[in-house]
Antibody, heavy 123, light 114 residues
């Protein structure tokens, strides 16, 4: 069974750094794009970016490029989302999300979701 | 940039009745190379992550009840719940994956029981 297990809720102050994780199992981690989706309180879904753990290639939404860093550690099948300096507007639930391969081609809909990590940034 | 517009924002339907959600893309998501529409639908129940219901505009995922169906092509798409059940109360999102980055979601449609 494919599983994406995310790290627990975080409460941080503005200006602090944070790295949340998504530990995967049940599939070949290095062969699928995996990324992050933001959901601000009471709002819709925003695709942030993805990483291909096989070679660490990343693709970011222009809205999030330079604001966060997506990384992966293929030795422990885990993807990460990192902030250097949090803002109150980063308060949201962040979902880890896998993108499928079909017939050897990569597609960018999401076939498996993590349960989400709630991040609260408040002074 | 692709903009995905869903309508209505919310919808109240009686149990057993039909619910129809619309999704319009600012550009075509149809690929003539494989004759497919790069459009997916997700269901998000309260307090849960989204769940993939339909890919390629009309292909139901394994285990999704057949009362859910997707249709449309090019820029205009629909998600239909043929006979609304209590467990279908959720927010539904469409997503285009024709271009990445980024892929874009619609704003969501909340389905409730009348």
């Amino acid at each position: 069974e494919v599983q994406l297990v995310q790290s627990g809720a975080e409460v941080k102050k503005p200006g602090e750094s944070l790295k949340i994780s998504c530990k995967t199992s049940g599939y070949s981690f290095t062969n699928y794009w995996i990324g992050w989706v933001r959901q601000m309180p009471g709002k819709g879904l925003e695709w942030m970016g993805i990483i291909y753990p096989g070679d660490s290639e990343t693709k970011y939404s222009p809205s999030f490029h330079g604001q966060v860093t997506i990384s992966a550690d293929k030795s422990i099948n885990t993807a990460y989302l990192q902030w250097n300096s949090l803002k109150a507007s980063d308060t949201a639930i962040y979902y880890c999300a896998r993108h499928p391969i079909l017939g050897g081609y990569y597609y960018y809909y999401i076939d498996v979701w993590g349960k989400g990590t709630a991040v609260t940034v408040s002074s | 940039d692709f903009v995905m517009t869903q309508s209505p924002d919310s919808l109240a339907v009686s149990l057993g009745e039909r619910a129809t959600i619309n999704c319009k893309s600012s550009q075509s998501v149809f690929s003539s190379s494989n004759n497919k529409n790069y459009l997916a639908w997700y269901q998000q129940k309260p307090g849960q992550p989204p769940k993939l219901l339909i890919s390629w505009a009309s292909t139901r995922e394994s285990g999704v009840p057949d009362r859910f169906s997707g249709g449309g092509s090019g820029t205009d798409f629909t998600l239909t719940i043929s006979s609304l059940q209590a467990e279908d109360v959720a927010v539904y999102y469409c997503q285009q994956f024709y271009t990445t980055p980024p892929t874009t979601f619609g704003g969501g449609t909340k389905v409730e029981i009348k």
